[in-house]
């Protein structure tokens, strides 16, 4: 029996979130399931920056995000979000500090991690790992890649978690900003 080998599964997956993301984005326009998202309040908007920083759960909590957006105030839940997604990034930091830690070292000794430290001013690295960091924070993207990027540094928790919740609430602040002018 022959099967299909899909090149890119995990993508295919994270691509179909979003679409699904997209649907319940839609269908949460219903008078019955909006009043029900907004009942949620602002726990729910304390689960939905939890799950902002998850790869497949982002889709999901963006729309929540969005949907709240319109119906609380953006400051207040830009703050309670923003402490659920540093919740669930100071588990990632942890997680990957303490799992990955021998792998690390291992990718850091890479031709090609060489090859870019190279090229890159020592100078420039950190900030540059930050940016990149930050970036991936505050967009709804996953923020796996930029816990892995600052794990790899010596990064004190205390100025992760300060890093961490500043960026994630940015993000969540605009995209809270955004539904509220759906």
Do not use: W
Request: proline fraction near 3%; glycine fraction near 6%.
């Amino acid at each position: 029996m022959n099967c299909v080998k899909i090149r890119y599964p995990k993508f295919i997956v994270f691509f179909t979130f979003v679409i699904l993301a997209f649907i319940f984005y839609k269908d949460a326009q219903r008078p019955e399931l909006h009043a029900l998202i907004v009942s949620l309040g602002y726990i729910g908007v304390f689960f939905s920056g939890m799950f902002y920083t998850y790869g497949f759960t982002t889709p999901f909590a963006t729309a929540l995000l969005l949907i709240l957006g319109g119906e609380l105030n953006i400051l207040i839940a830009g703050v309670i979000a923003g402490f659920g997604a540093l919740l669930s990034d100071l588990f990632i930091f942890q997680f990957i500090r303490k799992m990955f830690s021998d792998e690390i070292v291992l990718f850091s000794h890479e031709k090609l991690i060489k090859k870019i430290y190279k090229h890159v001013p020592k100078s420039l690295r950190k900030p540059l790992i930050y940016l990149i960091a930050g970036i991936f924070f505050a967009s709804p993207i996953s923020d796996e890649l930029a816990v892995s990027f600052l794990a790899t540094q010596n990064v004190s928790t205390k100025a992760f978690a300060v890093f961490s919740y500043i960026s994630n609430t940015i993000g969540i602040l605009v995209i809270l900003s955004i539904g509220s002018l759906l």
